[in-house]
């Protein structure tokens, strides 16, 4: 799911890489002559790159849905750059409720998800204050647990940065699987522990630490944000850039093993979450925002963002080079998760609006995204909340 804004945080700062009436809208798509044969019953039957595919805004406005576990509802927040109070849309009526308003001072969140239980993980500044998405910010995101209730958020007690990892279903013991990426000294940290409530509070277990990067030290890898448990659990893929080649990739990690390894390969800006039975992915990329560009492995990030691969990477005039190179748009792919296989299923990004924070639903047969319009004009593309459904 992209960054805010393709925002990157570290332990003492963040960066920002790049800087409601429903309506039925079906954006531009592409490939769909191959759109043909209802697929089988079943998610694991559904072939994401000929299956036919529709798509609806259900909300003119709204930024970082995430699904709840029965699919019928989605929460998500105003704005993917500065927090916000958290929001519940039922995906049927498209009735919308605020989670978070009745918390006066302390209703604001950066990103909300559901848990297999309906309880709810939070993403937020300290004590649910608020902020402004830019360098102030910086480190200071925490995680929270609110009960389903809606009752007041608990601290977790644990510093978080961007995306989070959250297992489909959860252990014998009820506790839940949860991999994240917290701040360290001058670098990041992937760690996954057990998150367990009683319905009042809860709190994690046996923390792990799964991957430590700290800046300049030689790795192939860099900073790494948590996306999905992948191998039936077994590993927690992440998105991260490689210093060397100044091109951003998916990555896994082996909770066993400790050993790190590249799911697949692009030479675009890719970010991309699994579909149920981890067959294919969906991807939000630059693919078609810029599909030749020298760059184009991060020049979805921001200016700032460019800027700073650049110069770990050695290129000269890193400023001017990232000038030219950054903030090209997304769209939304569903991929085979040998990366051989693309099937675009929006295309707005040429235009300057981007499609991203996608995610799919747990039966895997919708996606929700966001689009957003560019930094300066009007967008040629409806901005909002849309729900993507695979089959007739």
Request: hydrophobic residues 35%; contains cysteine; proline residues 7%.
């Amino acid at each position: 799911m992209k960054k805010t804004d393709n925002e990157f945080r570290t332990s003492k700062w963040r960066f920002s890489f790049k800087a409601g009436a429903a309506a039925s809208i079906v954006l531009p798509l592409a490939s769909m002559a191959a759109c043909a044969a209802e697929p089988e019953s079943g998610a694991g039957k559904i072939d994401y790159l000929t299956a036919p595919f529709r798509q609806e805004r259900i909300l003119d406005w709204g930024n970082r849905p995430n699904w709840s576990p029965d699919g019928r509802k989605i929460v998500f927040t105003k704005d993917d750059l500065v927090d916000g109070p958290a929001y519940e849309i039922d995906v049927k009526t498209k009735k919308v409720r605020c989670l978070t308003c009745k918390f006066g001072k302390t209703q604001f969140v950066t990103r909300i998800f559901y848990l297999p239980d309906n309880s709810f993980l939070i993403e937020a500044a300290p004590g649910m204050a608020g902020g402004s998405g830019g360098a102030a910010d910086a480190g200071r995101t925490q995680l929270f647990w609110m009960p389903k209730s809606l009752g007041k958020p608990v601290s977790l007690g644990t510093g978080a940065m961007g995306d989070i990892a959250i297992a489909r279903t959860p252990n014998a013991d009820k506790s839940v699987n949860v991999a994240w990426s917290r701040p360290r000294d001058q670098g990041l940290q992937l760690v996954m522990g057990k998150l367990k409530n009683d319905g009042r509070t809860a709190q994690f277990s046996d923390i792990q630490l799964l991957y430590d990067y700290k800046i300049g030290q030689p790795s192939v890898t860099s900073f790494p944000e948590a996306y999905e448990f992948i191998d039936d659990g077994r590993a927690v893929m992440f998105w991260t850039i490689e210093p060397k080649t100044a091109d951003s990739e998916m990555y896994k990690v082996d909770i066993a093993t400790r050993a790190v390894s590249k799911v697949y390969a692009t030479p675009a800006h890719n970010e991309t979450h699994l579909f149920p039975d981890e067959r294919y992915g969906l991807e939000e990329s630059n693919y078609l925002s810029d599909p030749n560009g020298p760059y184009r492995g991060v020049s979805g990030l921001g200016k700032s963002g460019v800027e700073m691969v650049l110069q770990m990477k050695g290129v000269p005039n890193a400023k001017e080079v990232a000038a030219a190179n950054s903030d090209k748009g997304f769209d939304i792919f569903a991929i085979t998760m040998d990366g051989k296989s693309r099937r675009p299923l929006t295309n707005i990004s040429p235009s300057g609006a981007q499609a991203h924070q996608s995610i799919v639903s747990p039966d895997g047969r919708q996606i929700a995204f966001a689009v957003k319009g560019p930094k300066a004009g009007a967008s040629p593309h409806p901005v909002g909340l849309y729900v993507g459904t695979f089959g007739k």
